[in-house]
């Protein structure tokens, strides 16, 4: 799969989630799903990536920070 196959899918996703509920406030749960999802399938794929897993929440964290702050991503 390719990166914009990815983007699509996961633009996709975004779609089922705000049609399912167009409320923003009851998406914390899918988004701690998914992110809870993810997490286990780094640990699956190699120990070395809980690390880097770790690591990418670190950078999501920052760019939530910045998109507050700024108003854009």
Same mark, same amino acid.
Request: hydrophobic letters at 35%; charged letters at 25%.
């Given at each position: 799969?390719?990166? +914009? #196959?990815?983007? &699509?899918?996961?633009?996709?996703? @975004?779609?089922? /989630?705000?049609?399912? *509920? $167009?409320? $923003?406030?009851?998406?914390?749960?899918?988004? =701690? @799903?998914?992110?809870? *999802?993810? #997490?286990? %399938?780094? !640990?699956? @794929?190699? $120990?070395? +990536? @809980? %690390?880097? +897993?770790? &690591?990418?929440?670190? +950078?999501?964290? &920052?760019? /939530? !920070?910045? !998109?507050? !702050? =700024?108003?854009?991503?």
């Amino acid at each position: 799969m390719r990166e +914009y #196959e990815l983007r &699509d899918a996961m633009r996709e996703t @975004a779609k089922t /989630i705000a049609a399912f *509920d $167009p409320n $923003p406030s009851t998406w914390l749960r899918s988004l =701690t @799903a998914l992110l809870q *999802d993810l #997490e286990q %399938q780094s !640990r699956g @794929a190699s $120990p070395m +990536y @809980a %690390q880097i +897993y770790e &690591d990418m929440l670190k +950078y999501l964290q &920052d760019s /939530i !920070r910045n !998109r507050l !702050r =700024t108003g854009g991503w």
